[in-house]
């Protein structure tokens, strides 16, 4: 088949790159193609998956029903203590709500929310319709606020005002009110945020309980396991630890600006990434703590040699075998890339639903030749891409798993709904048994592509 045929739209050529056939030049951030099916989510969802995870405020979609249900529980970000958060409300706006105006509806839903559940804070989202009708949403919350002695914060997320990264930009907008109204005094000199992670399956607990053994203290999660406290003491922290950066850059940005606090990009997927990002946030730290790289150092040390003999024996089975990626933040991609050829296999494509030009720079040059790198893609153009590369393993998210499993093709999740954690270095292990698991599964033997392959080789023997 030729490549032609893999360009299924047009108007996406931009948007797709095959290294090594042509000089570097790709096109991003830019609103769906309509009638592409995108894979990216709306503004609207963008902004619940990053505030979601705040398990003491309440969150209310002022919208119809299903925008609610659409997002419901949207995050298997787990809570230390209260699950507030997963209570999915909405003011369930009907026909009658759009000719009229939803406010007074909006002002009730709050009041009795409040009343109920004595929340520290509540998130009010804007969905398509209210865009449309013209709600004041601002108006309404600070009425409530005012009444109501707690934090209510618009959330200006109209569905269609853009992609799902204007959603990020909405929520650290929402939460960036917050910031800055807590008491800081007492707080420790080695302190820091951890943003960007939203403790799936209890990843967050594992990271921290990482930093306490450098002798550092985390102030806010930024928002998995989340409190509306901390966050108001936010920019006590000496440091802001930015994991994914596309759903929480622009806070770490208005914190610089505001509070001066610096920020740095790490991420926990992946041995060297893990490691790396450890030894960073220590080098921020070495002048207030001169012992703080040699306990990093004895942790890494004490990670590595429990995990390396056994990542060496799935490599043996795994190597020479393919895999895709498909993620919503680029970030996962560059680790998934390296922890690929860790395990000894080659990633065949690479792509994300919201990287910058800057991250797909940086995946073209951590990628091999062949390598198809692509921006806010389909359902088409991936299942195309996946049979032309015959893969072993695609990982993606909640949207690509029925796409591996019709092709036949085994699936790795590595978005909102995986129960077992893949950050760290316990994480590492867990992702190659998972992978190993699945790749090595007697069952693709069975499937019509392997079925086609191994019928020809018999009819041409």
């Given amino acids: 088949m030729s490549h032609d045929a893999h360009s299924i739209f047009e108007e996406r050529k931009d948007q797709v790159l095959r290294k090594g056939e042509k000089p570097y030049r790709m096109t991003c951030d830019k609103d769906s193609l309509a009638g592409a099916v995108s894979q990216r989510a709306c503004v609207f969802c963008g902004s619940r998956v990053v505030l979601y995870p705040i398990a003491d405020a309440v ?30 409300f909405s003011t369930d706006l009907q026909e009658k709500d759009v000719i009229f105006g939803g406010e007074e509806k909006l002002t009730k839903a709050l009041v009795e929310l409040i009343d109920r559940h004595d929340p520290k804070a509540a998130f009010v989202y804007s969905t398509c319709i209210v865009g449309i009708i013209g709600d004041d949403l601002e108006a309404v919350c600070r009425k409530v606020a005012r009444e109501k002695n707690i934090p209510v914060i618009p959330v200006q997320s109209e569905g269609f005002k853009g992609n799902k990264r204007a959603g990020y930009h909405a929520a650290c907008k929402a939460m960036f009110q917050l910031v800055g109204t807590g008491d800081i005094q007492g707080l420790s000199p080695l302190s820091i945020n951890i943003l960007g992670d939203f403790n799936l399956a209890g990843e967050i607990w594992i990271i921290r309980e990482y930093f306490q053994r450098m002798g550092i203290r985390v102030i806010a999660n930024i928002t998995g396991d989340g409190r509306v406290d901390d966050l108001r003491r936010a920019h006590g922290a000496a440091l802001n630890v930015v994991q994914c950066a596309g759903s929480t850059m622009d806070l770490a940005q208005m914190m610089e600006e505001k509070f001066g606090i610096p920020s740095l990009r790490v991420s926990y997927f992946g041995v060297e990434d893990m490691a790396e990002s450890l030894y960073s946030v220590a080098r921020f730290f070495e002048n207030h703590d001169p012992q703080i790289m040699e306990r990093t150092r004895q942790l890494v040390r004490d990670e590595l040699s429990i995990l390396y003999p056994r990542l060496q024996e799935y490599r043996k089975a795994l190597t020479g075998k393919k895999a895709a990626i498909y993620v ?7 680790s998934l890339v390296k922890a690929f050829r860790l395990l000894g296999m080659s990633v065949v494509l690479v792509g994300s639903q919201t990287g910058t030009e800057q991250d797909y720079r940086e995946l073209h040059e951590i990628t091999d030749d062949g390598t198809i790198i692509v921006d806010d893609s389909n359902p088409l153009e991936l299942s195309s891409f996946l049979k032309e590369k015959d893969v072993d393993i695609f990982v993606g998210g909640v949207k690509e798993r029925p796409i591996a499993y019709k092709l036949g093709v085994g699936f790795c999740d590595h978005n909102h709904e995986r129960k077992e954690p893949l950050e760290g270095f316990i994480g590492m292990l867990n992702f190659a048994r998972e992978v190993h698991t699945s790749v090595m599964s007697p069952v693709w033997r069975f499937v019509p592509r392997r079925t086609r392959a191994l019928g020809a080789a018999g009819l041409m023997g």
């Fill in 59 to 88: 969150h209310l979609v002022h919208g119809p029903i299903g925008c609610a249900a659409y997002t419901w529980d949207i995050r298997g970000a787990l809570s230390s203590g209260p699950e507030l958060h997963r209570l999915s």
């Fill in 328 to 334: 919503g933040g680029a970030f996962k991609a560059f």
